[in-house]
């Protein structure tokens, strides 16, 4: 890293206490239970249907909670909407939706600086972006719907990076993106997270790729954490491999 660019260390501490959340009273999630320390990276794992999309929209303010806490750092997140929670440092980069198609990658990075950093501090964290991503460097000027799958999931990367997150929250970053890219795109995740020591919670249906960076996966079933362990021992339980994860 670069000693022009100054970077601050501010993970924060999620958890997540007995929250359950439902579409139309119809409950998905029940009685969710963890805990993520700053800096730990923590894959968030289940089949189809588990919840995991649900649990990041929860997280974000997206949907409402119909009991249980979320703690960010201290700070109860209970009662905030979509926009105090970012301000307070939740990112979440949503399934492949989060970069603007028309704008190049210079105005997406600065869309999403612009609420957080003024004048040469976004220019800071805007250049901070470039020499942490440096394929996104090359394609300053193109425009979002030119760059291939993964240099637009570093975008969206980026993007929710600029805005110096507490919490980034990530949905299957992994979809539709080639096997060695998935790979590129996880190393960079795991360097962006270990840079900043950023606190990241990454649901992923891609199940081995995501072990492959984090410290710890919680595993959802039915809504339900039916796993909460280190990522290794949870590569190894094939019990419970074959059982919620699908391999
Ligand atoms: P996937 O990997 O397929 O996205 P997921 O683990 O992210 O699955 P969710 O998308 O959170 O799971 O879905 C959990 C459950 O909630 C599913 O049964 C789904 O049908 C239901 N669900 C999701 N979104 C809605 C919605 N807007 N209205 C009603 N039910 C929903």
Known sequence: MSARVAVRTRGGALTVDGLTVGYGGAPVLHDVCFALAPGEVVALLGANGAGKTTLLRALAGLV??????????????????????????????????????ELTVDENLRLGALWRHRGAA?????????????????????????????????????????????????????????????????????????????????????????????????????GRVVADAPAADLAADDTLRHAYLGF
């Open 122 to 222: 976004r220019e800071r964290a805007v250049a901070g972006m470039y020499e942490m991503f440096e394929p996104l460097a090359r394609r300053r000027t193109s425009a979002g719907h030119q760059l291939s799958g993964g240099e637009r999931q570093m975008l969206a990367l980026g993007r929710a990076l600029v805005a110096d997150p507490v919490l980034l929250a990530l949905d299957e970053p992994s979809l539709g993106l080639a096997p060695l890219v998935v790979a590129h795109l996880m190393s960079t995740l795991r360097d962006a997270s270990a840079r900043r020591g950023l606190t990241v919670l990454l649901a992923e249906q891609n199940v081995t790729s995501a072990l492959s960076i984090a410290d710890r996966g919680v595993v959802l079933d039915l």
């Open 64 to 101: 409402p909670a119909a009991a249980g806490g979320i703690d960010l750092d201290g700070r109860d997140l209970r009662g905030l909407r979509t926009e105090a929670r970012a301000r307070r440092g939740v990112a979440l980069v949503p399934e492949g939706q989060s970069v603007v198609a």
